[in-house]
């Protein structure tokens, strides 16, 4: 909670008492650093990052450590993650020559899915996807990655040459070309990171103004009744972001998957 | 259902240990349906992109003759031109 809305709520900000709503805003996703070294502040969101870093890690590491022919336990819910990522987003957009690329894809899809499942999880209650830092650090590997393959398999000069569909007449080929080249290389791996941040980041503030709507509703007037619909709000909007959460880690890896495919094999 | 009871089908293994996937240089790589399934935000990217591009350049050369309204216009009309033109060589001769 911001510095505005513990005070609401430790003076019985309430509906008819005089005070204003005490509505979600920036200050929400601003933390005081946990700890400080010179100018480099350690804060909530980098916390929970490494958590999530470590879950996916120690999860992988327990499935896979000792694996059995028949999986049991752990390994067998690894598998099946495993197996998800390979059949719904490799597979379908590498075809099989892509295997190599399923370690990249099954980290990427859980590390963002795990960050965004924070925003849910209680003392947690923050996804650290909705500080654009974090999208963007996950963008910039995935340029990186299918910048260097691209250019690597098709030839530096191959590679933005085979962005530009083939057929174009040649007149027209000096106009299209700047859009192709920024497209493909600027624009959709902007908006790959935007779209992560913009949902997440919206998701929260939408949860936040619910939860403060209840609170600052709730009286022994007719508010309670207005208070108990914002809850229901909560739970709503809770499980949709649930449902969210997953899709864009899962729209993610996909378009990361895409580009890779795309930098392997061009597309006319 | 425990790991234990799934059927497993013929082709289908545990997965592979990282970096030795199982490789089949006969098999392309589906770059083409790589495309068809990022097609549409593809296609939103170039709109948006032709857009950008020449309505920049058409604001730039609208402050330059002093006639930046109708310059810009005319640019993002251009560009979205351009890019549905995009568009359909790339998606709309296959």
Sequence with gaps: MSEAQVTA???????FSGCGFPAPSLENFQFKPIFSIGGFHFTKPMLLALICAGIVVAFFWAAFARPKLVPRGVQNVGEMGVMFIRDQILRPTMGKRGDRFLPFLVSLFFFIWFMNLMEVIPLAQFPATSRIAFPWSLVAIVWVTFMYLGMRIQGPVGFFV?????GVPWWILPLLAPIVLVSDIVV??????????????????????????????????VGAIFAAGSFVMVILLTA?????????????????????????EPSH | MTGKDRVRSPGEGSPSPPGRGPTNRKQPLSGGRAG???AGWVIVSYLVTGMVIYGGLGWLIGHWIDAVTAVTLIGLLVGLALAVALVIFRYGRS
Aim: charged fraction near 5%; proline fraction near 1%.
């Design chain 1, 9 to 15: 709520v430790a003076s019985g900000c309430h509906l």
């Design chain 1, 162 to 166: 085979n962005l530009v569909p083939s």
């Design chain 1, 188 to 221: 959709q791996t902007f908006t790959l990171g935007v779209r992560l941040f913009a949902n997440m980041f919206a998701g929260s503030l939408l949860i936040g103004v619910f939860i403060a709507a209840t609170w600052y509703l709730a009286s022994l007037s």
């Design chain 1, 240 to 264: 949709f972001e649930l449902l969210i959460q997953f899709l864009q880690a899962f729209i993610f890896t996909i378009l990361t998957a895409t580009y890779i495919a795309r930098s392997l």
């Design chain 2, 36 to 38: 068809d399934q990022n």
